[in-house]
Nanobody
């Protein structure tokens, strides 16, 4: 069973930064592609960023490209999301997700961490 626990959310002013962390309780962290999603009030959950098991391949939503950076530290079973130049429209609950190398969809999700950006 894969358990994901996010941390690092909070309240920040527009233009500020936050770094989210997600720790995975899994034996073979490197078997999983890791990703971040977010869900704003009244909106559907949307993809933000993902990273391959090796950390060499990453992908971003256009809305965050150039502002957010995903990274992972396999020795610590941890994936990060560095968020810079935050804007009020980035306000959402941010979720960490894991997808096994043999799976087509993200099957494992954390409980989420709230990020609120004030104007």
């Amino acid at each position: 069973q894969v358990q994901l626990v996010e941390s690092g959310g909070g309240l920040v002013q527009a233009g500020g930064s936050l770094r989210l962390s997600c720790v995975a309780s899994v034996r073979t962290f490197t078997s999983y592609r890791m990703a971040w999603f977010r869900q704003a009030p009244g909106k559907e959950r949307e993809f933000i960023a993902a990273m391959s098991w090796s950390g060499t391949i990453s992908d971003y939503a256009d809305s965050v490209k150039g502002r957010f950076t995903i990274s992972r530290e396999n020795a610590k079973n941890t994936v990060y999301l560095q968020m810079d130049s935050l804007q009020p429209e980035d306000t959402a609950v941010y979720y960490c997700a894991a997808r096994h190398a043999f799976q087509a969809t993200y099957e494992h999700w954390g409980m989420g961490t709230q990020v609120t950006v004030s104007s």
